[in-house]
């Protein structure tokens, strides 16, 4: 393949004028939560010195989206997704600016942070389920597995940039502003969803209560073997692997006798390389082998994380990282495109929902457990344990594999032959 012709599979999703919309605006407000996220741990890091602290803030920012987020799918399949992210990403604007005045003013305390990370959670549990299947209805099926990508190198673009700038910004002048810098970049994707061209929207004839609607995608999920076991191993990964970087001030503070910057290094390592997997993810053309690429990532994952919680070196911890986001990425984005191409357009909001929840849902559960096991056996440990679990969990999936195939092969194929009869 020429380079042109690389660059041109890259980005086939651009084609779509309201995705690039999107994408414009959300990666200048992920860099800002990326920014916030980063010194919203070290706030926390520094009020309370505790490793169960850091667990808590995290499971207070993202429990949410575990107990509601089949609410935020039922809604997204029922209502217009572009308003209900209108909708999610003021209020979220409005959270951020609330801890930037209250940081800044030097009246913060722990409480303020649980209570805004609560609430900026529940707001998520509407929003992620609708920006996910939002997808499709900018670029379609065809061009779905390129945008999903595209999506993950957006995510890790911002994961990159973010935490080393919120290192450099916190190390001069404090976590605040890195709080206000966050607020205001939500007025890029607003502003990009209201420039979009959309089509009136028209409200689907509803017989079905959001409780029957929110069953009935639970059921059709857990009764379809191959986006059962795909969302039971994300959830694993996001249970036991995932939560090594709710203990990264540790490893950045204590292990590695560093500060904020280095805090802010490590964060954009593994952002690094989940941006080269998601690049890499962009070009592929078509779904070939990607089950087999979920379970080798899933391993890979565990065994590098292994080797990082083992590392006393910066540099050394800086490579693993990277190698750590790789794997990572390579399987949530895999994992994505691979349930996006089985589901059904009518279960597509509900499903997603299910996704996030094992995705970002289980990840405060995870941090909860890694803070009450780091405090109680050291952060190395903590890690090496969940790691363990999550090379465990890839082992299992790969056996599976010889009986999920071919309905996995019938759900895609009867999802590309819907599509193009709409």
């Not at 609330?98 to 209570?115: C, E, P, R, Y």
């Amino acid at each position: 393949m020429t380079a042109s012709g690389f660059v041109a599979d890259l980005g086939r999703a651009f084609k779509h004028r309201d995705y690039r919309l999107f994408f414009s605006g959300q990666l200048v407000s992920l860099i800002g939560t990326w920014v916030q996220m980063t010194a919203q741990a070290w706030l926390v890091y520094r009020l309370s010195g505790s490793a169960l602290y850091l667990g808590l803030a995290s499971f207070a920012s993202q429990g949410p989206v575990f107990l509601i987020a089949q609410l935020g799918g039922a809604v997204a399949d029922r209502y217009d997704r572009r308003r209900i992210l209108v909708t999610t990403q003021v209020v979220s604007m409005i959270l951020a600016l609330i801890l930037a005045w209250l940081t800044m003013s030097g009246q913060v305390q722990l409480w303020h942070v649980f209570l805004l990370a609560t609430l900026t959670g529940l707001t998520n549990a509407f929003d992620i389920p609708t920006r996910q299947s939002f997808v499709v209805d900018m670029v379609g099926r065809a061009d779905l597995q390129n945008a999903i990508a595209l999506n993950s190198s957006m995510f890790n673009m911002a994961r990159l940039i973010g935490p080393a700038l919120a290192g450099v910004i916190v190390a001069a002048v404090g976590e605040g502003w890195c709080f206000l810098i966050n607020g205001i970049s939500f007025l890029m994707v607003i502003g990009c969803l209201l420039a979009m061209h959309r089509p009136t929207f028209v409200t689907p004839s509803q017989k079905d209560s959001l409780l029957a609607q929110m069953r009935q995608g639970l059921s059709y999920a857990s009764t379809t073997r191959p986006i059962r076991y795909v969302l039971l191993l994300v959830g694993l990964m996001s249970l036991m692997g995932m939560p090594y970087t709710v203990l990264m001030p540790i490893f950045a503070n204590k292990i590695l006798q560093g500060g904020p910057l280095h805090l802010g290094a490590l964060m954009s390592a593994a952002g690094f390389g989940a941006l080269l997997a998601a690049l890499r993810l962009a070009a592929r053309k078509t779904l070939d082998g990607i089950e087999k690429r979920i379970a080798w990532a899933v391993m890979g994952f565990g065994l590098f994380l292994i080797l990082f919680a083992l590392s006393e070196e910066f540099w050394l911890s800086l490579v693993l990282l990277v190698l750590v986001g790789f794997c990572q990425m390579t399987h949530m984005a895999s994992s994505n495109t691979l349930i996006q191409s089985m589901v059904p357009d009518r279960y597509r909001g509900r499903v997603m929902a299910l996704y996030s929840m094992m995705f970002m849902g289980m990840a405060p559960f995870g941090a909860l457990v890694s803070g009450l096991l780091a405090g109680a056996i050291g952060a190395p440990s903590a890690v090496i344990f969940g790691a363990v679990a999550s090379i465990l969990g890839g082992q299992v999936f790969m056996a599976l594999l010889p009986s999920l195939r071919p309905e996995m092969t019938r759900l895609i194929a009867e999802g590309e032959a819907s599509s193009k009869t709409i």
